[in-house]
Protein backbone atom coordinates (compact mmCIF):
# COMPACT_ATOMS: atom_id res chain seq x y z
CA UNK A 1 0.00 0.00 0.00
CA UNK A 2 1.34 3.47 -1.14
CA UNK A 3 1.88 5.54 2.01
CA UNK A 4 3.21 9.47 1.98
CA UNK A 5 4.23 11.00 5.10
CA UNK A 6 4.92 14.78 5.63
CA UNK A 7 6.99 16.07 8.41
CA UNK A 8 8.97 19.19 9.64
CA UNK A 9 6.62 21.76 9.36
CA UNK A 10 5.87 24.18 12.07
CA UNK A 11 6.00 27.97 13.00
CA UNK A 12 8.41 30.16 11.98
CA UNK A 13 9.67 33.72 11.74
CA UNK A 14 9.84 35.98 8.50
CA UNK A 15 13.07 34.99 6.71
CA UNK A 16 13.64 32.03 8.68
CA UNK A 17 14.29 28.08 7.05
CA UNK A 18 12.46 24.96 7.42
CA UNK A 19 13.12 21.39 5.50
CA UNK A 20 10.05 19.35 5.19
CA UNK A 21 10.39 15.78 4.63
CA UNK A 22 8.32 13.62 2.65
CA UNK A 23 8.42 9.67 3.54
CA UNK A 24 7.69 6.75 1.25
CA UNK A 25 6.50 3.42 2.54
CA UNK A 26 5.00 0.34 1.12
CA UNK A 27 6.83 1.37 -2.78
CA UNK A 28 10.41 2.52 -4.06
CA UNK A 29 10.71 6.09 -4.50
CA UNK A 30 13.03 5.50 -7.21
CA UNK A 31 10.47 5.34 -9.83
CA UNK A 32 8.16 8.18 -8.75
CA UNK A 33 8.49 11.44 -9.71
CA UNK A 34 7.73 13.70 -6.42
CA UNK A 35 5.83 17.03 -6.16
CA UNK A 36 5.41 19.49 -3.23
CA UNK A 37 2.38 21.71 -3.45
CA UNK A 38 0.78 23.62 -0.56
CA UNK A 39 -2.80 24.96 -0.09
CA UNK A 40 -3.30 28.27 1.74
CA UNK A 41 -7.02 28.97 4.10
CA UNK A 42 -9.66 29.90 1.06
CA UNK A 43 -7.18 29.24 -2.21
CA UNK A 44 -6.52 26.52 -4.49
CA UNK A 45 -3.75 23.84 -4.24
CA UNK A 46 -0.67 25.12 -6.01
CA UNK A 47 2.28 23.20 -7.01
CA UNK A 48 5.77 24.29 -5.86
CA UNK A 49 8.18 22.15 -6.87
CA UNK A 50 8.76 18.58 -8.28
CA UNK A 51 11.45 16.16 -9.03
CA UNK A 52 11.82 13.72 -11.33
CA UNK A 53 12.46 10.32 -10.93
CA UNK A 54 14.80 9.46 -13.65
CA UNK A 55 17.79 12.22 -13.79
CA UNK A 56 16.72 14.21 -10.67
CA UNK A 57 14.93 17.27 -13.17
CA UNK A 58 13.37 19.82 -10.93
CA UNK A 59 11.36 22.64 -11.16
CA UNK A 60 9.93 25.49 -9.33
CA UNK A 61 6.74 27.64 -9.32
CA UNK A 62 8.24 31.20 -9.94
CA UNK A 63 7.17 32.64 -6.65
CA UNK A 64 9.47 30.10 -4.69
CA UNK A 65 12.46 30.30 -7.32
CA UNK A 66 15.50 30.44 -5.48
CA UNK A 67 14.38 29.98 -1.74
CA UNK A 68 12.96 26.85 -1.94
CA UNK A 69 15.19 23.60 -3.07
CA UNK A 70 13.47 20.29 -3.08
CA UNK A 71 15.64 17.03 -3.59
CA UNK A 72 15.64 13.23 -2.96
CA UNK A 73 17.74 11.00 -1.60
CA UNK A 74 16.32 6.95 -2.84
CA UNK A 75 18.43 5.21 -0.18
CA UNK A 76 15.80 6.71 2.59
CA UNK A 77 12.90 6.74 0.54
CA UNK A 78 12.63 10.05 1.22
CA UNK A 79 12.09 13.30 -0.72
CA UNK A 80 12.81 16.93 1.05
CA UNK A 81 12.03 20.53 0.17
CA UNK A 82 14.62 22.84 1.89
CA UNK A 83 12.72 26.23 2.15
CA UNK A 84 14.87 29.53 3.32
CA UNK A 85 14.02 32.78 3.19
CA UNK A 86 10.09 32.04 4.34
CA UNK A 87 7.97 34.80 3.74
CA UNK A 88 3.96 35.23 5.35
CA UNK A 89 2.61 33.76 1.99
CA UNK A 90 4.52 31.00 2.38
CA UNK A 91 1.77 30.12 4.77
CA UNK A 92 0.13 26.85 4.27
CA UNK A 93 -0.53 23.03 4.43
CA UNK A 94 2.29 21.42 2.49
CA UNK A 95 1.70 17.95 0.32
CA UNK A 96 4.02 15.67 -0.80
CA UNK A 97 2.41 13.76 -3.94
CA UNK A 98 3.53 10.94 -5.97
CA UNK A 99 3.13 9.56 -9.43
CA UNK A 100 5.06 7.44 -11.83
CA UNK A 101 4.89 9.94 -15.14
CA UNK A 102 6.55 13.38 -14.72
CA UNK A 103 3.60 15.94 -14.54
CA UNK A 104 4.97 19.03 -13.85
CA UNK A 105 3.08 21.18 -10.60
CA UNK A 106 -0.28 19.39 -11.89
CA UNK A 107 -1.79 18.09 -9.04
CA UNK A 108 -4.62 16.61 -10.81
CA UNK A 109 -2.18 14.72 -12.33
CA UNK A 110 -0.97 12.76 -9.10
CA UNK A 111 -1.81 9.50 -7.85
CA UNK A 112 -0.51 9.39 -4.26
CA UNK A 113 -0.96 12.07 -1.22
CA UNK A 114 0.21 12.58 2.05
CA UNK A 115 -1.80 13.80 4.90
CA UNK A 116 0.02 17.24 4.63
CA UNK A 117 1.98 19.04 7.30
CA UNK A 118 1.23 22.78 8.33
CA UNK A 119 4.07 25.52 7.30
CA UNK A 120 3.27 29.57 9.71
CA UNK A 121 5.53 32.62 8.65
CA UNK A 122 4.33 34.98 10.66
CA UNK A 123 5.93 37.52 13.35
Known amino acids: QVHLVESGGGWVQPGSSLRLSCDAS????????IGWFRQAPGKEREGVAC????????YYADSVKGRLTISRDNAKNTVYLQMNSLKPEDTAVYYCAADLVYSGLYPEMYDYWGQGTQVTVSS
Open 26 to 33: GFTLDYYA
Open 51 to 58: ISSSDGRT
